[in-house]
């Protein structure tokens, strides 16, 4: 009889005690060791002195071989390695180290998938139509990636990319040299600190690429907004219909793809991407991705120092504001140099016709076109129609698991917004689920509408869902029936802040005010964008047409950015920036 047991419930622990020490190991094993300004024009001297630095604290250059991913030395000196916690302590006093930060995992922007399935890239009449269509301007996007297929990367007409072009084609899964055209003129990929963190990532189960080919479609919805070039006929399920085209469809892209199928994004992988399109020669960055508050301080935070030093070689940084509003100091990326952007609404609209049984109308916003339209249904109060045990105020925002069933089946049921459940998104969910023939969900007034666009849900505003109550009470059987979406153009106010944009101030430094530039150039009241009034301040172009608004806080209107910098830093006229008044 084999006669281990006394001693093998200590094998187990110890080697439970090792596995638990190689995870601990393996969250945040990656460190940047920032080094500041480069101190010599030849990035070979600049990484063996890096490699040099990691010999003398690991104590061979083997293993210094093995534990660095990347050197820095073009935009700036530096380099991520994989270390211990007492050997970056180590690293920290070693001349010439300014700081050693380590990594983090950053998150894409734009989490609210409708945003970007709904919102074909923006048509930016007036300035550019003037002819400012990027022409000669290249544009660095680090996101996902690029799907190079799509039809807003097609090059005709697009002129050879200039000589002081250096970048790179680089090949992966599902991507070689052919993919890059003289629209898509460099793409590259990071991983090594991601995989450094979390493994490796495996292409095999076709979920990701390991090359610049988009996996997720973010980096080609960002890059299509930022340089598309023209697509007849774009559209999102028949609604705003038009020509889709990018921000500045003349300019060239550069594709640097940082971030994963994951949504995550690590900042090691992210500052070499940066370091390589200032060596390439890109004009503009455009990063929506970020952590969120708290923010770290300037010098931990790996893009605020990689776009320090973007900047400090004249190229000019757009980062987004992040997706964490309405509520004050969520925005995020506030470093002084970056222009931070908040999302914006424009002034299209996709009203949805609500006809009563008594034939009165109300009109509601929805995105959906599809069918069971044009036909009378029942119509309930979801706080009529509670499940058992269920409150009238939980069954009346129908939140999820709130409404009977039995009762709910075939009707089209009225919510209101309440503390607890504020998205039509959740109420569309629930009525979906019990087999009813649609939602109108009331709430307070906004343009940022959250209704899925596969279900019949109409958003009205408090005011309207009232008077469907009221209808209702009077009728012996009320009944509604919805009418088609289409787009409506020129009937808003806009540009408005969207709802869900991350506002100011910094919760790092709220005395920076930031520029904020949209892409609209209708006149808009004072005040009635301005979250802040006494923080804003409003500079007129008039003879451009052209509104900068100057205020605290700044997703997807980042890649507009790109478009407007070319146009802003060659047109605005030198002195402009002293019409500067308060408001
Ligand atoms: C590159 O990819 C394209 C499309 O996937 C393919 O047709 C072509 O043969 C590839 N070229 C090379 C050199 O591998
Ligand atoms: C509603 O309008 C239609 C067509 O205009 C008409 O045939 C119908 O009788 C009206 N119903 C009521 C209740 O007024
Ligand atoms: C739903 O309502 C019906 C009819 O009033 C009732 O018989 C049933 O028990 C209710 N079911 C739930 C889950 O509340």
């Known amino acids: 009889m084999a006669s281990f047991p006394s001693s093998w419930p200590c094998v187990v622990l110890i080697a439970l005690l090792c596995s638990l020490f190689l ?52 935009g700036f000196s530096g380099f991520a390695a994989v270390l211990s916690q007492s050997q970056a302590k180590l690293i920290a006093d070693v001349p010439g180290v300014v700081h050693v930060v380590p990594n983090r995992i950053l998150n894409l922007h734009t989490t609210r998938s409708w945003d970007f399935l709904q919102v074909k890239p923006q048509i930016v009449d007036g300035i550019l139509s003037e002819g400012h269509s990027g022409l000669g301007t290249i544009i660095g996007v680090m996101d996902t990636g690029i799907w190079p297929e799509s039809e807003s990367f097609r090059d005709d007409g697009m002129g050879k990319f200039p000589s002081r072009w250096k970048g790179i084609c680089q090949e992966g899964n599902r991507f070689n040299r052919s993919h890059c055209n003289r629209k898509i003129i460099g793409a590259r990929w990071y991983i090594k600190g991601y995989e450094a963190e979390f493994g490796k990532l495996s292409p095999s189960d076709g979920v990701e690429f390991l090359s610049p080919r988009d996996a997720v479609g973010h980096g080609t919805h960002t890059s299509s907004t930022a340089s598309g070039a023209e697509v007849k006929n774009a559209n ?19 594709i640097y793809k940082v971030c994963w199928a994951t949504g995550g994004c690590s900042s090691a992988d992210l500052l070499a991407a940066i370091d390589d399109a200032i060596f390439d020669g890109v004009d503009i960055i455009s990063a929506s991705l970020g952590s969120p508050p708290p923010l770290s301080t300037y010098v931990d935070d790996a893009l605020a120092i990689g776009s320090f030093h973007a900047v400090a070689r004249g190229i000019s940084v757009v980062c987004s504001a992040g997706n964490t509003g309405p509520y004050p100091q969520t925005v995020i990326n506030t470093a002084p140099w970056v222009m931070t952007v908040a999302a914006s609404t424009i002034d299209r609209d996709f009203p949805a016709v609500i006809t009563l049984g008594n034939n009165q109308t109300v009109v509601g916003q929805s995105f959906y076109t599809g069918r069971g339209l044009n036909k009378f249904h029942p119509i309930v109060y979801g706080a009529d129609i509670a499940a058992t045990n269920i409150d009238g105020t939980s069954a009346g925002s129908c939140d999820l698991e709130t409404l009977n069933a039995t009762l709910a089946r075939g009707k089209v049921i009225l919510c209101f917004q309440s503390r607890w459940q504020r998205s039509a998104a959740i109420a569309s969910k629930s009525v979906l689920e019990l087999k009813g023939a649609g939602v109108i969900f009331a709430q307070f007034p906004t343009k940022d509408v959250s209704c899925p666009w596969s279900f019949p849900c109409v958003q009205v505003d408090f005011e309207a869902g009232t008077s469907l109550l009221t209808y209702m009470a009077a009728s012996r059987k009320p009944v509604v029936k919805f009418s088609f979406s289409k787009t409506v153009i020129g009937q808003q106010l806009a540009p408005e802040i969207a709802y869900f944009s991350s506002r100011g101030p910094s919760s790092l430094s709220p005395s920076v005010l930031k520029t904020l530039l949209l892409q609209e150039l209708i006149y808009w009241p004072p005040g009635h964008l301005l979250l802040h009034p006494s923080y804003s301040i409003l500079l007129k172009l008039k003879h451009l047409h ?31 920036l002293q019409q500067l008044s308060l408001h």
Do not use: C
Request: zero cysteines; aromatic letters at 8%.
């Open 23 to 74: 995870l601990g190991l393996a969250s945040s094993n990656v460190y940047i060791v920032y080094m500041g300004e480069r101190h010599t024009d030849e990035p070979n001297l600049l990484e063996d002195s890096h490699h040099q630095i990691l010999s003398d604290i690991l104590g061979s250059k083997e293993s210094a071989k093995e534990s660095i991913l990347y050197s820095y030395k073009h």
């Open 236 to 254: 999102f399920r028949g609604l705003a219909q038009g020509i889709a085209r990018g921000g500045a469809p003349s300019s060239w892209l550069a």
């Open 546 to 576: 052209l509104t900068l608004n100057l205020i605290r806080e700044l997703p997807w209107l980042v890649p507009i950015y790109p478009a407007l910098l070319h146009f802003s830093k060659e047109s605005i006229p030198s002195g402009a």
